[in-house]
């Protein structure tokens, strides 16, 4: 057989096989997206599902303490009490996998108004205040002066600012600092942005793990007897969000040394 | 006499615990899982206030409203009841004619508080 025409009949050959191999996979990118849809649906629905049983808890544990059933003991409100705190903690786990769901759906949408840097942050502050106090720690917040007020979805800002604050606090020892500071960001293509920072004495991510930690689902320490517990989505909502309003995401850290998380925002947002 | 509450909601459990709610803050209640069940009931014994859950079980709760709204039957206060808060959803049932959005879990100390308000308002607006 002429050496030309073997050369060619095996080209022909292995373009085959890479037709085959491409069809292959183009069906199990198919197959894996298709998976990944029904995973975000699985995920809304059974999230829905859960918030319902769970407001009837709520609803009759608060008649119980508000008296409308006859007054409690000392004891029994106590127990009523937290029926409502571990219910409620429940509730928050259900609609953070409701958000990062629907995020995942790309079903998110911005709704703009204006509002400082200032009263988003003093709201998220005393939201956290009694976990503070709980846990001993100092918490400081340094706000540049006359930052520009921010027209951006003040819900989702306060959010982010939530989950990280959260996370400072609930990933340091008890009697550590924990901080908010605000100031002028660099200028990007929608114009002047505001950087905030989120920062903590706590124990530090290791910067191979940086990445790792805003992946939905990821815990850095995800074994049974990790000490911090959680859905493992609030860095990836963060992220969702910031990402959603044009801004961008960062962590500066190192084991042992606190975290501190940056995010930055254009002053004037998508709306 | 006791005002009169349309609870419209697919979940008996969450039926259960307004009922209790309800009846023990001084209210006469009634309750609907579907659209039909909702303006027929309304139809038969018309409510004061219809609390609705504008996500049944593959319905739209809102068409309660809709539905009444076409023989004049209209309840003094409609609110809306949604798990989830966004502004689209707000807007819809503020279009469809509710006097306010609640957010699950409802407020059992401010539901009674919540009803005497927007009565007294219906009948300052009449």
């Not at chain 1, 917040?141 to 604050?165: F, G, S, Y």
């Not at chain 1, 049974?224 to 044009?246: C, N, Y």
């Not at chain 2, 909601?9 to 803050?25: K, N």
């Not at chain 2, 100390?109 to 005497?116: D, F, V, W």
Request: with cysteine; aromatic share 4%; proline share 5%.
């Amino acid at each position: 057989m002429p050496r030309a025409y073997t050369d060619v009949s095996s080209l022909e050959r292995r373009l085959e096989s890479l037709r085959e191999q491409n069809t292959r996979l183009a069906r199990t990118i198919a197959e894996l997206r298709n998976q990944d849809a029904l995973k975000t649906q699985f995920l809304s629905n059974i999230s829905h599902d859960l918030r319902t049983p769970l407001t009837a808890v709520v609803t009759h544990a608060e008649m119980l303490r508000d008296g409308i059933l006859g007054a409690l003991g000392e004891k029994q409100a106590e127990s009523v009490a937290g029926i409502i705190t571990g219910s409620r903690k429940l509730l928050d786990m259900v609609d953070e996998i409701l958000t990062y769901a629907r995020g995942d759906a790309n079903q998110l949408t911005i709704a703009g108004s204006e509002f400082t840097v200032e009263g988003v942050i003093e709201q998220v502050c005393a939201w956290s205040e009694p976990l503070v106090a709980k846990k001993g720690h100092a918490l400081t917040v340094d706000i540049e002066p006359n930052l520009p007020a921010l027209h951006a979805d003040r819900d989702k800002i306060a959010h982010i600012l939530n989950n990280l604050l959260g996370n400072a606090i609930d990933f340091t020892p008890p009697g550590g600092r924990v901080w908010i500071c605000a100031r002028s960001g660099p200028r990007t293509a929608r114009g002047a942005s505001v950087e905030i920072e989120v920062g903590d004495t706590g124990i530090g991510i290791a910067p191979e793990h940086h990445e790792l930690v805003f992946r939905e689902f990821a815990q850095v320490d995800a074994s049974p007897s990790r000490s911090h517990h959680g859905t493992g989505l609030g860095l990836a909502i963060a992220r969702k969000f910031v990402e959603l309003h044009d801004g961008s995401i960062w962590i500066d850290s190192k084991l042992g040394e606190g975290s501190r998380f940056h995010f930055t925002l254009p002053i004037r947002g998508p709306s | 006499m006791k005002p009169h509450v349309l609870v419209v909601e697919d979940s008996a459990l969450v039926v259960g615990a307004l009922r209790v709610l309800l009846e023990e803050t001084g209210h006469r209640v009634s309750a609907a899982m579907s659209v039909a069940q909702a303006v027929a009931s309304a139809r038969a014994d018309a409510p004061d206030v219809i609390l609705l859950d504008i996500t049944l079980d593959r319905e739209d709760g809102l068409g309660v409203l809709s539905t009444l709204a076409t023989t004049n039957e209209l309840p003094r206060v409609a609110v809306a009841v949604t798990g989830h808060d966004e502004p689209a959803v707000r807007e819809r049932c503020l279009n469809a004619g509710c006097r306010a959005v609640l957010v699950k879990p409802i407020s059992a100390s401010q539901l009674p508080a919540l009803i005497k308000v927007w009565l007294s308002e219906s009948d300052v607006a009449s």
